[in-house]
């Protein structure tokens, strides 16, 4: 299931990589005399530099398109990366040096990737894009057992040795500056369920039994739990179907994605981007 998962986020980026650069090349036209020869839209080009309100219509819809996904681009970078600034001070004027030195001993393995802070909230993260660490409040070592603390922080460094943080941002980004492609919407989704059940068999692995981690979703799903965004939490969008995987660890589960509309959809759209579809286009 891990190389499926690499596989999907290989084909989200994919899909996300080949719209932006048909935009990204059609912004460079409009805005230079360049002519990109190998541009799959510039196969419409031509087209749309003859007067006939078709293809003005098509030149402005794909400048508006364009306005809308850079803005929306920019805007989730700059939120993400303000999140992470505010998020780095908390951990900063939060942190608590014996709990953080106590933990790092207890899991030596993992070491200086642990960071305790006190919160009063439940927080169990993995935090930063390029160096992820796991942040854990003072709180989640009151209330939960060895055991399950050992859960947690497995479940957590798995997140970490896979850049999750980083490839939740990449997804976060894409589906939102390309609205116009729901297949990214169901990607998406489908691989993020997928990063935290991979992560709880991981868990599984290393405390051979599926018991500690069982206990620990169930007090989190009944609890307000504090997950900033810019990091991977510990139970968020996927906490049905991990629950289904440790009841039933023999049933395989399925996380809906090819569904028929968004397909059909985006098909449509990305062939729009080529160019094949407006009239006149050679
Ligand atoms: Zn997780």
Redo the contacts with the bound molecule.
Sequence with gaps: MRMRNHLAFGFYLLISGFAWTQLALFLVHETTEFNPEWGVLQYCLSALQEETLIHQVVRIGLNILIAYSASSLISSVIQQFTLAKHWRNQIKTRYNHERTAQMRHQFEEIGSKITVIDHEGIVAV?YGFIQPRIVLSSKVLDDFSDREIAAIVW??N??CRNL?PLRSLILQMMKTSLPFLPILQKLAHYIQVW??LL??RYVIRKLNNPHDLACVLLKCSQQVRVVPLGS?????V?INYRLQQLIHPKQKIKVPVLKSIPVVNSILMLTLLAGILVSGCS
């Design positions: 993995t479940h957590e798995y997140h999750d990063m935290e992560a709880d991977v939490g510990f139970a968020d996927a």
